[in-house]
């Protein structure tokens, strides 16, 4: 398929320099200027406003790593202040900019944020880049400086290799790598190729791309295209172009999710025909991840004034292999076409063309098997070839070779072909053919060893081939809609001239309503207004948490480099996990015991029984009450310390105060994503051995779609439970081990709030057993503050009935839903992007907890009851 | 001696009949985008290249078969003209 020719690059993009085309008075020219300049500053506002919308929406959505999110409203802030930069000082102050955040983010230790570490590690930064682009520039032979540039490269690697500096240096050897691994090969190419020496404020502008601060896996950028791309016109078309990737970069990483969590499963797991087609189905769609990431730092480039081309155009569209190669992470294309290919195929040219376009593409998919693997080993540290690797890129090679003699040899054919049945069918079929063996290729590469891959295609029957079939129905049917239809009418659109104004508002609208549309549904009160089995599909969608079925290459290298978690902030995810360890009973998790470290600048510690809690015998001293606090991340403490989290500031009330004649000691059992369920196997795992007087189990709105969740898990994980309640409702809901997560939810939810129900009568059960009294304080979440509540009214009447039930359980109920009226979340929540109770929130739920327990007549009683002094 | 308005002759010949068959050739200026609009792709800029090489006897570098050098009409034009 060739495109029709277009005229609108030139017409948006003018040469430099260029005169007008036709001669107008001065008066009229002066007149079009003004016009323009004062709609152009009203359509910038709006773009920029669109991008901050999205900078808000990517942190809300919890999209990349912190660090990611971060530079992202960093970036924006950027990106605005160049808008009002002269034209001459916008390299030097993107540079500038970049260097300075470079500079915040390797900043930060396990100690919290540290000037001098970020300037020294910035130092090291600059200076090997100082040292490599000079060797660049040096005005001697190509080879004697590739060579000096691999000796360099050979003691920064031994450097990172070794682990110089330590583990918190682990971020400044991948931002090294991740900025110059490939990047100094096209300004080497570049600088060898041209008659003078690039300047130093571009090549210095080039090397410290903003985002690429933040994301270690990045396009490869041309220096050329990258020099020539400082838009002399930094127009709302301009800004238009960098929103609308960004906004699609953002549906890309939420449709990944998706994929992710209803859609994928490991190759051991698939046991079906149909299986295998969603295994092989989510792995080509996992690249999502890239695109979406691409689009986005590209996008924020473009917002900042660089006129850069796009990365990625629907190559899920592509009607050839060598479509695909040059739909799909075109910069990379880009970059071995030019150092690699094009340099062979000339090399090759006096054996003719075809031999050469032979030769030369055999090279580009050598190198691009190579560098892959050079990538792997700059970021992650280790080198990675495999035979489902090296596989993957023979078989696409051959593919794009075969394709690539053909397109050679092909006699021209009219443009507009594909409009007649025969030329659509032809093209129909010819993307649907590519779809299908791109995405046989892709579970190739995403499966570990290839007997693994074959095991899961000895499962292939009829179903594999149906629903492989709906599949590429969908994708010709896109291909239709979006592709063909569109270049039949496109000289009827182009004879239209719609005007351009129009057109942008219809742009405008489009994006800020696919924005907000998205926000909305990441509310948590949304979702309680929509059906409860579709609820599940769409909080993964807005959740944060992955997986991990499918451990494609590109997963591995977004998700950061092992063992950093301080610069990059990667290893955030990681460090959440590391606080938990799987078990089998019913709790499922529990927290490591002996845990010390500092995240956030707050120091987290878990005693020798895995609570974050002081060290705490299991005798209970004599003349004691004890009181076991039940609860999730907010109750354990998340981002505070053990003085400021509620269980110790409870404890420190009740022994203030002189009516109680026993001591009182308040036990923080609580652990980080805790359910009723969870906390019925902590029950019998750990709080009945330290005798509790009281447990207190505080509970959130969120208890039911967590009971759900970890009732999900008992079945998914072979927990170990002795209920046969859950059994049976495991049985009735038909959930086996190998369903998929969401849809087993799904499935489950309608029962939600009779299993948490049941979670909560059994917790009490259990106190009684032990001898303990069962009370339950209701709290609500940062979050949920009053502005939510009003906008869902329905959640009052939620909360009222789980305080119906918790009630009905048999649970002394404290009622705390009111504790943070006429507070602000931003006070309540520990960050503004993290919801975790802050230290004021802690301090008003203990008040509140300790008013209600001296004024409750039961609980008096357990308090004030004579206890053994001896 | 080549004459500028016979290069730039011959190149819109060649890419209307090679690339762009069946379109209105009023549509082609010499500012048209040929590579970043997509109209050229790896395969057919290395036949505009042996089609220049041949046409023009002019022998091309690795790092002239870009976008740089190729990507209008014009370009291609100054190209040739300074071999």
């Not at chain 1, 800020?512 to 599909?537: C, D, K, N, Q």
């Not at chain 1, 917790?763 to 869902?792: M, N, S």
């Not at chain 2, 050739?25 to 290395?46: E, H, V």
Request: hydrophobic share 45%; proline share 4%; aromatic share 10%.
């Amino acid at each position: 398929m060739k495109p029709t020719v277009s005229r609108s690059h030139a017409e948006v993009v003018p040469e430099r320099g260029a005169r007008p085309r036709c001669k107008r008075g001065a008066v009229e020219a002066h007149h079009e200027v003004a016009a323009v300049s004062a709609g152009d500053k009203l359509g910038s506002a709006a773009w920029f406003g669109l991008l901050f919308v999205a900078a808000v929406l990517i942190n809300r959505l919890e999209l990349e790593t912190a660090a990611f999110r971060n530079v992202m409203f960093v970036g924006c802030a950027a990106a605005f202040t160049l808008h009002f930069v002269p034209m001459r000082l916008r390299m030097a102050g993107f540079t500038a900019l970049s260097l300075g955040v470079m500079v915040w983010l390797l900043g930060y230790t396990e100690g919290g944020w540290r000037c001098v570490d970020g300037l020294s590690k910035g130092a090291v930064v600059l200076g090997i880049g100082l040292v490599l682009i000079s060797i660049c520039r040096w005005r001697i032979g190509f080879w004697p400086r590739a060579g000096l540039l691999m000796m360099v490269g050979s003691v920064v690697g031994t450097a990172a290799g070794f682990s110089v500096g330590g583990s918190s240096w682990n971020g400044v050897w991948v931002l090294v790598a991740s900025i110059f691994m490939f990047r100094i090969m096209v300004y080497l190419y570049d600088v060898s190729t041209s008659k003078q020496l690039p300047r130093i404020s571009e090549t210095a502008a080039y090397f410290a791309l903003l985002p690429n601060m933040c994301v270690p896996l990045f396009p490869v950028v041309d220096f050329r295209t990258f020099a020539k791309s400082r838009s002399a016109r930094s127009t709302w078309m301009l800004y238009e172009r960098g929103v609308r990737w960004i906004v699609r970069g953002v549906i890309h990483l939420v449709l990944y999710r998706f994929v992710d969590r209803v859609i994928s499963l490991r190759p051991e797991d698939v046991l079906t025909g149909a299986q295998v087609t969603q295994f092989v189905v989510a792995s080509m769609l996992f690249y999502l991840r890239v695109s979406g990431v691409f689009h986005i730092v590209i996008g924020l480039l473009v917002m900042c004034g660089f006129d850069l081309p796009e990365t990625n155009r629907r190559y899920f569209l592509a009607s050839s292999f060598t479509d695909y190669w040059r739909r799909v992470n075109m910069y990379w294309k880009d970059f071995i076409l030019k150092v690699f290919y094009l340099p062979t195929y000339f090399r090759f040219k006096h054996c003719g063309p075809t031999r050469a376009l032979v030769f030369a593409t055999l090279f580009a998919f050598l190198m691009t098997w190579i560098l892959h693997a050079y990538q792997t080993w700059w970021l992650r540290g280790f080198l990675s070839f495999s035979w489902p690797d090296t596989l993957f890129w023979t078989v696409l090679g051959l593919l794009v070779v075969g394709n690539g003699v053909w397109e050679l040899k092909r006699k021209p054919t009219a443009t507009n072909r594909q409009v007649s049945v025969g030329g659509t069918v032809r093209v129909l079929l010819a993307t649907a053919l590519t779809a299908a063996v791109i995405a046989v290729l892709w579970s190739l590469w995403n499966t570990t060893t290839l007997s693994l891959w074959l095991t899961m295609w000895s499962h292939a029957d009829l179903s594999t081939v149906m629903w492989f079939g709906g599949m590429l129905a969908v994708i010709m049917v896109s291909k239709f809609v979006v592709e063909v239809l569109p270049t039949a009418s496109a000289k009827t659109i182009r004879e239209r001239k719609s005007p351009k104004m129009r057109k942008a508002v219809y742009l405008y609208a489009m994006h800020l309503f696919v924005l907000i549309g998205i926000m909305i549904v990441s509310f948590p009160t949304t979702h309680e207004r929509i059906p409860a089995y579709v609820r599940p599909i769409l909080g993964c969608m807005t959740s944060a948490s992955i997986t991990g079925n499918i451990q494609g290459y590109y997963d591995q290298l977004l998700d950061g480099p092992q063992g950093d978690t301080t610069s990059y902030d990667y290893g955030q995810q990681d460090r959440i996990h590391k606080v938990l360890r799987p078990v089998t009973d019913l709790r499922q998790r529990e927290m490591i015991p002996g845990l010390d470290f500092v995240r956030h600048g707050v120091r987290f510690v878990s005693n020798a029984s895995g609570m974050h809690d002081r060290e705490v015998p299991v005798a209970k001293p004599p003349g004691t009450i004890r009181i076991a606090v039940l609860g999730s991340s907010h109750v354990m403490g998340w981002g505070v310390t053990h003085d400021q989290v509620l269980s110790r500031l409870l404890e420190r009330k009740l022994n203030n105060t002189a009516s109680l004649v026993n001591r009182c000691e308040v036990l923080n059992f609580a652990v980080s994503g805790y359910s009723p369920l969870n906390q019925l196997g902590l029950i019998e795992h750990s709080v009945r051995r330290y005798s509790p007087d009281i447990v207190l189990f505080v509970s959130h709105s969120v208890d039911q779609e967590w009971t759900v969740m970890h009732t999900q898990r008992v079945r998914a994980e072979d927990t170990k439970c002795p209920y046969s309640y859950i059994e049976q409702t495991l049985l009735e809901c038909d959930i086996a081990k190998t369903s998929n997560e969401i849809l087993a939810r799904c499935r489950l939810l309608p029962r939600g709030r009779e299993i948490t129900a049941w979670a909560y009568q059994q917790i009490v059960v259990e106190c009684q057993t032990i001898g303990a009294l069962p009370v339950a304080a209701f709290a609500p979440l940062p979050r949920e503050g009053e502005l939510l509540r009003r906008l869902a009214s329905n959640r009052g009447v939620k909360d009222a009935l789980q305080l119906e039930d918790l009630m009905a359980s048999g649970f002394v109920v404290m009622d705390l839903r009111t504790v943070f009226d006429g507070r602000q979340s931003g006070e309540l929540a520990l960050r503004r992007w993290e919801g975790h109770y802050s230290h004021l929130a802690h301090q008003l739920v203990a008040e509140v907890l300790f008013d209600q327990m001296m004024n409750n007549t039961t609980v008096q009683e357990v308090l004030q009851r004579p206890v053994a002094t001896n | 001696m080549k004459r500028r308005t016979d290069v730039q002759a011959s190149v819109r010949e060649f890419i209307l009949s090679e690339f762009l068959a069946g379109e209105d050739p009023s549509l082609l200026s010499n500012d048209t985008a040929l590579i970043s609009a997509g109209i050229l792709d790896s395969i057919g800029t290395l036949k505009l290249v042996a089609f220049l090489e041949e046409r023009f006897d002019i022998s091309l570098a690795a790092h002239e078969a870009t976008a740089e050098h190729l990507d209008t009409i014009a370009r291609i034009t100054e190209l040739v003209m300074d071999k």
